[in-house]
Protein backbone atom coordinates (compact mmCIF):
# COMPACT_ATOMS: atom_id res chain seq x y z
CA UNK A 1 0.00 0.00 0.00
CA UNK A 2 0.97 3.90 -0.18
CA UNK A 3 2.42 5.08 2.74
CA UNK A 4 0.05 6.15 5.47
CA UNK A 5 1.23 9.65 5.11
CA UNK A 6 0.36 9.80 1.50
CA UNK A 7 -3.05 8.35 2.31
CA UNK A 8 -4.02 10.97 4.88
CA UNK A 9 -3.66 13.77 2.19
CA UNK A 10 -7.23 14.39 0.91
CA UNK A 11 -7.19 14.06 -3.11
CA UNK A 12 -7.41 17.06 -4.50
CA UNK A 13 -7.82 18.39 -8.15
CA UNK A 14 -3.79 19.14 -8.59
CA UNK A 15 -3.26 15.74 -7.09
CA UNK A 16 -5.66 14.63 -10.17
CA UNK A 17 -3.88 16.70 -12.73
CA UNK A 18 -0.40 15.26 -11.30
CA UNK A 19 -1.68 11.60 -11.52
CA UNK A 20 -3.07 11.97 -15.03
CA UNK A 21 0.21 13.64 -16.22
CA UNK A 22 2.03 10.76 -15.18
CA UNK A 23 -0.11 8.29 -16.19
CA UNK A 24 -0.33 9.59 -19.46
CA UNK A 25 4.00 9.82 -19.25
CA UNK A 26 4.16 6.10 -18.62
CA UNK A 27 1.62 5.31 -21.48
CA UNK A 28 3.64 6.94 -23.73
CA UNK A 29 7.14 5.61 -22.48
CA UNK A 30 5.01 2.29 -22.68
CA UNK A 31 3.75 2.84 -26.43
CA UNK A 32 7.12 3.68 -27.41
CA UNK A 33 9.04 0.25 -25.54
CA UNK A 34 6.45 -1.47 -27.91
CA UNK A 35 8.70 -0.33 -30.99
CA UNK A 36 11.49 -1.26 -29.16
CA UNK A 37 10.06 -4.68 -27.99
CA UNK A 38 9.28 -5.73 -31.62
CA UNK A 39 12.48 -4.52 -32.92
CA UNK A 40 14.39 -6.77 -30.16
CA UNK A 41 12.03 -9.47 -30.41
CA UNK A 42 11.81 -9.64 -26.70
CA UNK A 43 8.14 -9.78 -25.78
CA UNK A 44 7.00 -6.28 -24.26
CA UNK A 45 6.39 -7.31 -21.03
CA UNK A 46 10.01 -7.34 -19.79
CA UNK A 47 9.90 -3.43 -20.97
CA UNK A 48 6.48 -2.58 -18.73
CA UNK A 49 8.24 -4.82 -15.76
CA UNK A 50 11.26 -2.54 -16.03
CA UNK A 51 8.80 0.29 -15.95
CA UNK A 52 7.12 -0.61 -12.88
CA UNK A 53 10.23 -2.04 -11.80
CA UNK A 54 11.65 1.77 -11.76
CA UNK A 55 8.74 3.36 -10.62
CA UNK A 56 8.42 0.83 -7.11
CA UNK A 57 10.49 0.89 -4.24
CA UNK A 58 14.26 1.12 -4.71
CA UNK A 59 13.27 2.31 -7.72
CA UNK A 60 13.25 6.25 -9.38
CA UNK A 61 9.28 7.20 -8.23
CA UNK A 62 10.03 5.17 -4.56
CA UNK A 63 6.65 4.56 -4.64
CA UNK A 64 5.76 1.57 -1.59
CA UNK A 65 3.26 -0.36 -2.82
CA UNK A 66 2.39 -4.11 -1.21
CA UNK A 67 -1.21 -4.73 -2.12
CA UNK A 68 -1.27 -8.39 -3.40
CA UNK A 69 -5.43 -8.62 -3.34
CA UNK A 70 -5.53 -5.65 -5.48
CA UNK A 71 -2.90 -6.94 -8.18
CA UNK A 72 -4.29 -9.92 -8.23
CA UNK A 73 -8.12 -8.17 -8.39
CA UNK A 74 -6.85 -5.71 -11.49
CA UNK A 75 -4.94 -8.93 -13.09
CA UNK A 76 -7.78 -11.14 -13.08
CA UNK A 77 -9.67 -8.21 -15.22
CA UNK A 78 -6.32 -7.53 -17.55
CA UNK A 79 -6.51 -11.15 -18.30
CA UNK A 80 -10.33 -11.43 -19.66
CA UNK A 81 -9.18 -8.47 -21.45
CA UNK A 82 -6.15 -10.24 -23.14
CA UNK A 83 -8.05 -13.68 -23.46
CA UNK A 84 -10.88 -11.94 -25.23
CA UNK A 85 -8.73 -9.85 -27.70
CA UNK A 86 -6.76 -13.32 -28.17
CA UNK A 87 -9.95 -14.96 -29.33
CA UNK A 88 -11.56 -12.37 -31.07
CA UNK A 89 -7.89 -12.74 -33.18
CA UNK A 90 -7.90 -16.67 -33.36
CA UNK A 91 -9.15 -18.05 -36.57
CA UNK A 92 -11.30 -21.15 -36.47
CA UNK A 93 -9.97 -22.97 -39.27
CA UNK A 94 -6.24 -23.30 -38.15
CA UNK A 95 -7.88 -23.29 -34.12
CA UNK A 96 -10.03 -26.62 -35.45
CA UNK A 97 -7.31 -29.02 -36.46
CA UNK A 98 -5.16 -27.87 -33.37
CA UNK A 99 -7.34 -28.42 -30.60
CA UNK A 100 -7.33 -31.95 -29.65
CA UNK A 101 -3.58 -31.18 -29.24
CA UNK A 102 -4.32 -28.05 -27.54
CA UNK A 103 -6.70 -29.79 -25.59
CA UNK A 104 -4.27 -33.03 -24.55
CA UNK A 105 -1.32 -30.27 -23.71
CA UNK A 106 -3.72 -27.68 -21.81
CA UNK A 107 -5.29 -30.52 -19.44
CA UNK A 108 -2.17 -33.70 -19.94
CA UNK A 109 0.48 -30.97 -20.42
CA UNK A 110 -0.09 -29.07 -17.16
CA UNK A 111 -0.72 -32.07 -14.97
CA UNK A 112 3.12 -33.46 -15.85
CA UNK A 113 4.51 -30.03 -15.91
CA UNK A 114 2.95 -29.15 -12.22
CA UNK A 115 4.91 -32.83 -11.00
CA UNK A 116 8.17 -32.36 -12.90
CA UNK A 117 8.60 -28.78 -11.87
CA UNK A 118 7.28 -29.26 -8.13
CA UNK A 119 9.66 -32.34 -7.79
CA UNK A 120 12.54 -30.42 -8.89
CA UNK A 121 11.31 -27.44 -6.70
CA UNK A 122 10.89 -30.16 -3.41
CA UNK A 123 14.78 -31.73 -4.28
CA UNK A 124 16.63 -29.34 -6.19
CA UNK A 125 15.97 -26.02 -4.24
CA UNK A 126 14.73 -27.70 -0.90
CA UNK A 127 11.33 -25.81 -0.89
CA UNK A 128 8.31 -27.73 1.36
CA UNK A 129 5.89 -30.29 -0.90
CA UNK A 130 3.12 -27.17 -0.29
CA UNK A 131 5.44 -24.49 -1.88
CA UNK A 132 6.81 -26.79 -4.35
CA UNK A 133 3.36 -27.64 -5.53
CA UNK A 134 2.37 -24.16 -6.11
CA UNK A 135 5.21 -23.08 -7.65
CA UNK A 136 4.83 -25.54 -9.89
CA UNK A 137 1.27 -24.85 -10.84
CA UNK A 138 1.94 -21.67 -11.26
CA UNK A 139 4.65 -21.73 -13.85
CA UNK A 140 2.91 -24.44 -15.95
CA UNK A 141 0.37 -21.75 -17.55
CA UNK A 142 2.23 -20.88 -20.67
CA UNK A 143 0.87 -16.39 -20.77
CA UNK A 144 -1.68 -15.79 -23.66
CA UNK A 145 -0.45 -12.16 -24.11
CA UNK A 146 3.57 -13.44 -24.34
CA UNK A 147 2.13 -15.99 -27.16
CA UNK A 148 -0.18 -14.03 -29.04
CA UNK A 149 2.22 -10.87 -29.07
CA UNK A 150 5.61 -13.06 -30.06
CA UNK A 151 4.25 -15.61 -32.31
CA UNK A 152 2.11 -13.54 -34.65
CA UNK A 153 5.17 -11.85 -35.77
CA UNK A 154 6.67 -15.74 -36.92
CA UNK A 155 5.29 -17.05 -40.50
CA UNK A 156 5.30 -20.55 -38.62
CA UNK A 157 2.75 -23.64 -40.12
CA UNK A 158 -0.85 -22.98 -39.29
CA UNK A 159 -0.90 -25.94 -37.09
CA UNK A 160 1.99 -24.78 -34.79
CA UNK A 161 0.60 -21.59 -34.23
CA UNK A 162 -3.08 -22.79 -33.61
CA UNK A 163 -2.15 -25.44 -31.16
CA UNK A 164 0.43 -23.03 -29.27
CA UNK A 165 -2.48 -19.96 -29.26
CA UNK A 166 -5.30 -22.60 -28.48
CA UNK A 167 -3.26 -23.97 -25.48
CA UNK A 168 -2.47 -20.61 -23.97
CA UNK A 169 -6.26 -19.86 -24.06
CA UNK A 170 -7.49 -22.99 -22.28
CA UNK A 171 -4.49 -23.96 -20.29
CA UNK A 172 -4.96 -20.73 -17.59
CA UNK A 173 -7.96 -22.19 -16.09
CA UNK A 174 -7.14 -25.68 -14.83
CA UNK A 175 -4.29 -23.91 -13.37
CA UNK A 176 -6.30 -21.55 -11.50
CA UNK A 177 -7.77 -24.16 -10.34
CA UNK A 178 -4.80 -26.50 -8.67
CA UNK A 179 -3.41 -22.98 -7.42
CA UNK A 180 -6.26 -22.19 -5.79
CA UNK A 181 -6.39 -25.89 -4.56
CA UNK A 182 -3.02 -25.73 -3.33
CA UNK A 183 -2.58 -22.21 -1.46
CA UNK A 184 -6.31 -23.13 0.38
CA UNK A 185 -5.47 -24.08 3.87
CA UNK A 186 -5.88 -27.61 4.96
CA UNK A 187 -4.56 -30.84 2.86
CA UNK A 188 -5.94 -31.88 -0.46
CA UNK A 189 -7.33 -35.56 0.83
CA UNK A 190 -8.69 -37.06 -2.34
CA UNK A 191 -7.07 -35.90 -5.53
CA UNK A 192 -9.86 -37.70 -7.49
CA UNK A 193 -12.10 -35.24 -6.18
CA UNK A 194 -9.77 -32.07 -7.52
CA UNK A 195 -9.60 -34.06 -11.03
CA UNK A 196 -13.81 -33.91 -11.14
CA UNK A 197 -13.56 -30.59 -9.84
CA UNK A 198 -11.80 -29.32 -12.85
CA UNK A 199 -13.50 -30.95 -15.47
CA UNK A 200 -16.60 -29.83 -14.32
CA UNK A 201 -15.96 -25.91 -13.94
CA UNK A 202 -14.01 -26.52 -17.63
CA UNK A 203 -17.30 -28.12 -18.92
CA UNK A 204 -19.62 -25.59 -17.41
CA UNK A 205 -16.87 -22.49 -18.66
CA UNK A 206 -16.81 -24.11 -22.41
CA UNK A 207 -20.90 -24.51 -22.57
CA UNK A 208 -21.34 -20.97 -21.50
CA UNK A 209 -18.49 -19.55 -23.27
CA UNK A 210 -19.78 -21.11 -26.61
CA UNK A 211 -23.73 -20.12 -25.70
CA UNK A 212 -22.84 -16.63 -25.13
CA UNK A 213 -20.89 -16.16 -28.28
CA UNK A 214 -23.32 -17.78 -30.86
CA UNK A 215 -26.26 -15.76 -28.85
CA UNK A 216 -24.30 -12.61 -29.20
CA UNK A 217 -22.77 -13.36 -32.57
CA UNK A 218 -26.48 -13.78 -33.57
CA UNK A 219 -27.61 -10.43 -32.11
CA UNK A 220 -25.11 -8.24 -33.59
CA UNK A 221 -25.43 -9.56 -37.38
CA UNK A 222 -29.28 -9.11 -37.11
CA UNK A 223 -29.57 -5.97 -34.76
CA UNK A 224 -28.62 -2.05 -36.73
CA UNK A 225 -26.96 -0.37 -34.01
CA UNK A 226 -27.13 3.89 -34.56
CA UNK A 227 -23.29 4.11 -34.67
CA UNK A 228 -20.28 1.68 -35.93
CA UNK A 229 -18.40 2.58 -32.58
CA UNK A 230 -21.22 0.46 -30.67
CA UNK A 231 -19.61 -2.15 -32.05
CA UNK A 232 -16.58 -3.34 -30.72
CA UNK A 233 -18.11 -1.91 -27.38
CA UNK A 234 -21.21 -4.30 -27.43
CA UNK A 235 -18.34 -7.39 -28.96
CA UNK A 236 -16.39 -6.61 -25.30
CA UNK A 237 -19.19 -6.29 -23.21
CA UNK A 238 -20.62 -9.79 -24.48
CA UNK A 239 -16.97 -11.16 -24.02
CA UNK A 240 -16.55 -9.75 -20.74
CA UNK A 241 -20.20 -11.24 -19.64
CA UNK A 242 -19.25 -14.67 -20.65
CA UNK A 243 -16.48 -14.39 -17.80
CA UNK A 244 -18.59 -13.40 -15.37
CA UNK A 245 -21.43 -15.96 -16.07
CA UNK A 246 -19.42 -18.17 -16.06
CA UNK A 247 -17.47 -17.49 -12.71
CA UNK A 248 -20.81 -16.92 -11.29
CA UNK A 249 -21.99 -19.92 -12.49
CA UNK A 250 -19.28 -21.80 -10.41
CA UNK A 251 -17.47 -22.43 -14.07
CA UNK A 252 -13.89 -21.37 -15.83
CA UNK A 253 -14.86 -17.78 -16.12
CA UNK A 254 -11.63 -17.59 -18.16
CA UNK A 255 -12.42 -20.76 -20.86
CA UNK A 256 -15.64 -19.29 -21.16
CA UNK A 257 -14.28 -15.47 -22.41
CA UNK A 258 -11.63 -17.18 -24.75
CA UNK A 259 -14.56 -19.15 -26.30
CA UNK A 260 -17.15 -16.43 -26.67
CA UNK A 261 -14.62 -14.01 -27.79
CA UNK A 262 -13.31 -16.75 -30.75
CA UNK A 263 -16.65 -18.06 -31.72
CA UNK A 264 -17.53 -14.14 -32.19
CA UNK A 265 -14.21 -13.70 -34.14
CA UNK A 266 -15.28 -16.11 -36.31
CA UNK A 267 -18.50 -14.67 -37.14
CA UNK A 268 -17.91 -11.89 -39.63
CA UNK A 269 -19.79 -9.43 -37.70
CA UNK A 270 -20.43 -6.06 -38.92
CA UNK A 271 -17.85 -3.44 -39.17
CA UNK A 272 -14.80 -6.11 -37.87
CA UNK A 273 -11.90 -4.22 -38.52
CA UNK A 274 -13.04 -1.35 -36.01
CA UNK A 275 -13.84 -4.07 -33.33
CA UNK A 276 -10.27 -5.51 -34.05
CA UNK A 277 -8.85 -2.31 -33.75
CA UNK A 278 -10.36 -1.50 -30.41
CA UNK A 279 -10.21 -4.82 -29.37
CA UNK A 280 -6.23 -4.88 -29.80
CA UNK A 281 -6.16 -1.50 -28.37
CA UNK A 282 -7.82 -2.58 -25.03
CA UNK A 283 -5.45 -5.54 -24.97
CA UNK A 284 -2.41 -3.24 -25.03
CA UNK A 285 -3.53 -1.15 -22.39
CA UNK A 286 -4.70 -4.36 -20.59
CA UNK A 287 -0.98 -5.10 -20.65
CA UNK A 288 0.74 -2.14 -19.97
CA UNK A 289 -1.39 -1.90 -16.84
CA UNK A 290 -0.82 -5.06 -15.51
CA UNK A 291 2.61 -5.44 -16.18
CA UNK A 292 3.12 -1.98 -14.56
CA UNK A 293 1.80 -2.64 -11.29
CA UNK A 294 3.06 -6.11 -11.13
CA UNK A 295 6.29 -4.24 -11.27
CA UNK A 296 5.14 -1.88 -8.46
CA UNK A 297 4.32 -5.11 -6.20
CA UNK A 298 8.71 -6.27 -6.63
CA UNK A 299 10.97 -5.45 -3.75
CA UNK A 300 13.83 -5.66 -5.98
CA UNK A 301 16.54 -5.68 -2.68
CA UNK A 302 14.46 -8.55 -1.84
CA UNK A 303 15.22 -11.01 -4.86
CA UNK A 304 19.03 -11.50 -4.17
CA UNK A 305 18.40 -14.74 -2.05
CA UNK A 306 16.04 -16.04 -4.51
CA UNK A 307 17.53 -15.98 -8.08
CA UNK A 308 19.46 -19.28 -7.81
CA UNK A 309 16.15 -21.08 -6.58
CA UNK A 310 14.85 -19.11 -9.59
CA UNK A 311 17.07 -20.24 -12.05
CA UNK A 312 17.02 -24.31 -10.96
CA UNK A 313 13.55 -24.39 -10.85
CA UNK A 314 13.12 -22.82 -14.79
CA UNK A 315 15.72 -24.64 -16.14
CA UNK A 316 13.81 -27.68 -14.70
CA UNK A 317 10.69 -26.17 -16.31
CA UNK A 318 12.01 -25.58 -19.80
CA UNK A 319 14.79 -28.65 -20.27
CA UNK A 320 12.66 -31.59 -18.59
CA UNK A 321 8.92 -30.38 -17.45
CA UNK A 322 8.11 -28.83 -20.50
CA UNK A 323 9.61 -31.02 -22.95
CA UNK A 324 8.29 -34.02 -21.48
CA UNK A 325 4.86 -32.76 -21.33
CA UNK A 326 5.07 -31.86 -24.67
CA UNK A 327 6.38 -35.36 -26.15
CA UNK A 328 3.68 -37.17 -24.07
CA UNK A 329 0.95 -35.49 -24.76
CA UNK A 330 1.65 -35.54 -28.89
CA UNK A 331 2.26 -38.67 -28.95
CA UNK A 332 -1.08 -39.75 -30.31
CA UNK A 333 -1.09 -36.77 -32.61
CA UNK A 334 2.03 -38.07 -34.80
CA UNK A 335 3.87 -34.80 -34.97
CA UNK A 336 6.96 -34.37 -36.49
CA UNK A 337 9.91 -33.75 -33.87
CA UNK A 338 10.83 -30.05 -35.23
CA UNK A 339 7.82 -29.42 -34.24
CA UNK A 340 7.53 -30.90 -30.94
CA UNK A 341 10.93 -28.77 -30.21
CA UNK A 342 9.36 -26.24 -31.29
CA UNK A 343 6.48 -26.23 -29.16
CA UNK A 344 8.69 -27.15 -26.04
CA UNK A 345 10.72 -24.01 -27.04
CA UNK A 346 7.76 -21.87 -27.39
CA UNK A 347 5.81 -22.18 -24.00
CA UNK A 348 6.48 -18.69 -23.15
CA UNK A 349 5.30 -17.77 -19.58
CA UNK A 350 4.82 -13.79 -19.11
CA UNK A 351 2.36 -12.41 -16.47
CA UNK A 352 -0.41 -14.85 -15.80
CA UNK A 353 2.09 -16.65 -13.62
CA UNK A 354 3.57 -13.28 -11.61
CA UNK A 355 -0.29 -12.84 -11.27
CA UNK A 356 -1.09 -16.43 -9.42
CA UNK A 357 1.28 -16.17 -7.71
CA UNK A 358 -0.60 -13.41 -5.64
CA UNK A 359 -2.79 -16.25 -4.75
CA UNK A 360 -0.85 -17.51 -2.11
CA UNK A 361 0.11 -14.35 -0.66
CA UNK A 362 -3.66 -13.56 -0.58
CA UNK A 363 -4.59 -16.67 1.22
CA UNK A 364 -1.21 -16.26 3.44
CA UNK A 365 0.44 -19.28 2.93
CA UNK A 366 3.58 -19.33 4.46
CA UNK A 367 6.48 -18.75 2.28
CA UNK A 368 4.52 -17.20 -0.10
CA UNK A 369 6.54 -13.74 -0.89
CA UNK A 370 9.53 -16.06 -0.97
CA UNK A 371 7.08 -17.94 -4.10
CA UNK A 372 6.04 -14.70 -5.76
CA UNK A 373 10.03 -13.91 -6.39
CA UNK A 374 10.72 -16.47 -7.58
CA UNK A 375 8.00 -16.64 -9.95
CA UNK A 376 8.97 -12.87 -10.72
CA UNK A 377 12.93 -13.91 -11.70
CA UNK A 378 12.05 -17.07 -13.21
CA UNK A 379 9.78 -15.27 -15.79
CA UNK A 380 12.24 -12.48 -16.61
CA UNK A 381 14.96 -14.88 -16.91
CA UNK A 382 13.61 -17.27 -19.11
CA UNK A 383 11.36 -15.06 -21.08
CA UNK A 384 14.61 -13.23 -21.75
CA UNK A 385 16.00 -16.07 -22.95
CA UNK A 386 13.38 -17.87 -24.71
CA UNK A 387 11.56 -14.92 -26.64
CA UNK A 388 14.49 -13.78 -28.77
CA UNK A 389 15.40 -16.67 -29.74
CA UNK A 390 12.03 -18.25 -30.84
CA UNK A 391 12.76 -17.19 -34.53
CA UNK A 392 15.96 -18.64 -34.29
CA UNK A 393 15.25 -22.02 -33.51
CA UNK A 394 12.00 -22.28 -35.71
CA UNK A 395 14.72 -21.04 -38.72
CA UNK A 396 17.19 -23.45 -37.78
CA UNK A 397 14.75 -26.45 -37.54
CA UNK A 398 13.24 -25.24 -41.48
CA UNK A 399 9.96 -24.44 -40.00
CA UNK A 400 9.67 -19.91 -40.42
CA UNK A 401 7.61 -20.62 -43.44
CA UNK A 402 4.17 -20.27 -42.95
CA UNK A 403 1.15 -18.82 -45.38
CA UNK A 404 2.48 -15.91 -46.28
CA UNK A 405 -0.85 -14.96 -48.52
CA UNK A 406 -1.97 -11.73 -47.18
CA UNK A 407 -5.76 -11.68 -46.04
CA UNK A 408 -8.35 -8.91 -47.20
CA UNK A 409 -9.37 -6.28 -44.72
CA UNK A 410 -13.35 -6.52 -44.95
CA UNK A 411 -15.91 -4.16 -43.10
CA UNK A 412 -19.23 -4.88 -42.85
CA UNK A 413 -21.85 -2.18 -42.27
CA UNK A 414 -25.77 -3.99 -42.36
CA UNK A 415 -28.05 -1.72 -44.31
CA UNK A 416 -31.18 -2.12 -41.74
CA UNK A 417 -33.97 -0.57 -43.89
CA UNK A 418 -32.78 -1.47 -47.40
CA UNK A 419 -32.37 -5.07 -46.15
CA UNK A 420 -28.74 -5.26 -47.20
CA UNK A 421 -24.89 -5.14 -46.40
CA UNK A 422 -22.28 -2.62 -47.58
CA UNK A 423 -19.65 -4.13 -47.40
CA UNK A 424 -15.57 -2.14 -47.35
CA UNK A 425 -12.94 -4.25 -48.92
CA UNK A 426 -9.32 -3.23 -48.70
CA UNK A 427 -6.61 -4.89 -50.99
CA UNK A 428 -3.70 -5.76 -48.98
CA UNK A 429 0.13 -6.18 -50.24
CA UNK A 430 0.43 -9.86 -51.01
CA UNK A 431 -3.26 -10.17 -52.26
CA UNK A 432 -3.80 -12.74 -55.38
CA UNK A 433 -7.01 -9.69 -55.89
CA UNK A 434 -3.79 -8.29 -57.73
CA UNK A 435 -4.75 -7.83 -61.42
CA UNK A 436 -7.92 -9.80 -61.10
CA UNK A 437 -11.23 -8.00 -63.34
CA UNK A 438 -14.06 -7.32 -61.97
CA UNK A 439 -16.01 -10.03 -63.53
CA UNK A 440 -13.65 -12.45 -62.81
CA UNK A 441 -14.74 -12.29 -59.26
CA UNK A 442 -17.74 -13.96 -60.31
CA UNK A 443 -19.90 -12.75 -56.82
CA UNK A 444 -22.76 -14.39 -55.89
CA UNK A 445 -26.11 -12.97 -57.60
CA UNK A 446 -27.49 -10.05 -55.29
CA UNK A 447 -24.05 -8.67 -55.06
CA UNK A 448 -22.27 -6.38 -56.95
CA UNK A 449 -18.91 -3.92 -56.73
CA UNK A 450 -20.34 -0.52 -56.84
CA UNK A 451 -17.02 1.66 -56.15
CA UNK A 452 -13.23 1.48 -56.67
CA UNK A 453 -10.83 4.25 -54.78
CA UNK A 454 -7.60 3.85 -56.20
CA UNK A 455 -4.82 6.29 -55.15
CA UNK A 456 -7.27 8.67 -53.62
CA UNK A 457 -9.38 8.99 -56.71
CA UNK A 458 -12.71 6.76 -56.58
CA UNK A 459 -14.65 5.71 -59.64
CA UNK A 460 -17.45 3.31 -61.09
CA UNK A 461 -15.66 0.28 -61.95
CA UNK A 462 -16.30 -1.71 -65.43
CA UNK A 463 -16.86 -5.63 -65.75
CA UNK A 464 -13.41 -5.65 -67.48
CA UNK A 465 -11.69 -2.70 -64.59
CA UNK A 466 -8.74 -4.85 -63.44
CA UNK A 467 -8.09 -4.30 -59.57
CA UNK A 468 -4.76 -3.33 -58.00
CA UNK A 469 -3.08 -3.81 -54.37
CA UNK A 470 -4.13 -0.58 -52.47
CA UNK A 471 -7.27 -0.42 -53.95
CA UNK A 472 -10.56 0.05 -51.47
CA UNK A 473 -13.62 -1.71 -53.41
CA UNK A 474 -17.46 -1.09 -51.77
CA UNK A 475 -19.69 -3.96 -52.12
CA UNK A 476 -23.34 -4.10 -52.14
CA UNK A 477 -25.07 -7.28 -51.12
CA UNK A 478 -28.39 -8.24 -50.33
CA UNK A 479 -28.68 -10.40 -46.94
CA UNK A 480 -29.34 -14.11 -48.17
CA UNK A 481 -25.63 -13.47 -49.95
CA UNK A 482 -23.71 -11.40 -47.64
CA UNK A 483 -22.14 -14.76 -46.19
CA UNK A 484 -21.51 -16.01 -49.65
CA UNK A 485 -20.05 -12.96 -51.30
CA UNK A 486 -17.59 -12.11 -48.23
CA UNK A 487 -16.37 -15.74 -48.41
CA UNK A 488 -15.71 -15.32 -52.46
CA UNK A 489 -13.88 -12.04 -51.86
CA UNK A 490 -11.54 -13.87 -48.90
CA UNK A 491 -11.15 -16.87 -51.51
CA UNK A 492 -10.29 -14.99 -54.27
CA UNK A 493 -7.60 -13.08 -51.97
CA UNK A 494 -6.38 -16.38 -51.27
CA UNK A 495 -6.12 -18.22 -54.13
CA UNK A 496 -6.68 -15.36 -57.30
CA UNK A 497 -9.79 -15.77 -60.12
CA UNK A 498 -8.83 -19.53 -60.15
CA UNK A 499 -10.07 -19.73 -56.51
CA UNK A 500 -13.10 -22.68 -56.34
CA UNK A 501 -10.99 -24.76 -59.63
CA UNK A 502 -7.67 -25.18 -57.95
CA UNK A 503 -8.60 -26.35 -54.79
CA UNK A 504 -9.26 -22.99 -53.19
CA UNK A 505 -13.01 -22.90 -51.57
CA UNK A 506 -15.07 -20.18 -50.57
CA UNK A 507 -14.83 -21.23 -47.04
CA UNK A 508 -11.40 -21.38 -47.16
CA UNK A 509 -11.63 -17.92 -47.81
CA UNK A 510 -13.94 -16.79 -45.15
CA UNK A 511 -11.57 -16.29 -42.28
CA UNK A 512 -10.57 -13.06 -40.20
CA UNK A 513 -7.90 -10.72 -40.07
CA UNK A 514 -4.73 -11.39 -37.38
CA UNK A 515 -3.45 -8.75 -35.44
Given amino acids: MLCARERERPLTVHHLNQLLLVCSLVLLIAVA ?26 GIGDIKFDNAELVQVIGYGALVVILAEGGLGTKWKEAKPALPAASALALGGVAVSVGVTAAGAHYLTGLEWRQALIVGAVVSSTDAAAVFSVLRRIPLPKRITGTLEAESGFNDA ?36 LAVGWLGSWGLKRVALPASGLYPIAVMSIAIAAYAAGAMAHGSGFLAVYLASMVMGNARLPHWPATRGFADGLGWLAQIGMFVLLGLL ?32 LVPFRVPWQEQALMSWAGLRGAVPIILATIPMVEGVAGSHRIFNIVFVLVVVYTLVQGP ?6 RKL ?35 MHGVEV ?42 VRDAAEARLRAVGHGGKLAGWLGTTDTEGARGNRR
Fill in 439 to 480: NELRLPTGAAVTLVVRDGTSFVPLPTTGLRRGDELLVVATDP
Fill in 174 to 209: PVVILVVAFSTAGPITHWYVLIGEIALELAIGAAIG
Fill in 398 to 432: HLGKGDETADLGIESAPLERLRGHLLSVTIPEGSK
Fill in 389 to 394: TLPWLA
Fill in 33 to 58: AVRISSRSGLPSLLVYLAIGVAMGQD
Fill in 298 to 329: VTPHELGDDILPALVIGLVLTMVARPLSVVLC
